[in-house]
């Protein structure tokens, strides 16, 4: 079984940027994976998406321009590239496989948007 750590999650200024980081306990070289987040009240979305050679990726209109995923399989890791954030970017980020299953979710990271 898997288990997924994120970090790099933080306080941060509207406008600014941010890379969060989601490192694997095992291989992740054949499995699509995903970033996700949670906004208090709100149900967990997918912001991200990245195929297991990382040729292809998806966004949600919501952050196509702003955020960019990538993936290095040799260190098992995703990261995620947040620019021009927004006050309703503020949630918990969590990775998982696409599509995610339930037991591999970590407790996430913060990342606030915030003057």
């Known amino acids: 079984q898997v288990q997924f750590g994120e970090s790099g999650g933080g306080l941060v200024q509207p406008g600014g940027s941010l890379r969060l980081s989601c490192a694997a306990s095992?291989?992740?070289?054949?499995?699509?994976m995903g970033w996700y987040r949670q906004a208090p009240g709100k149900p967990r979305e997918l912001v991200a998406r990245i195929i297991e050679s990382g040729s292809t990726t998806y966004y949600p209109n919501s952050v196509k321009g702003r955020f960019t995923i990538s993936r290095d399989n040799a260190k098992n890791t995703v990261y995620l590239q947040m620019n021009s954030l927004k006050s309703e970017d503020t949630a918990v980020y969590y990775c998982?496989?696409?599509?995610?299953?339930?037991?591999?979710w970590g407790k996430g990271t913060l990342v606030t948007i915030s003057s």
């Open positions: 095992g291989s992740i070289f054949s499995i699509s």
């Open positions: 998982n496989k696409v599509p995610p299953t339930t037991g591999y």
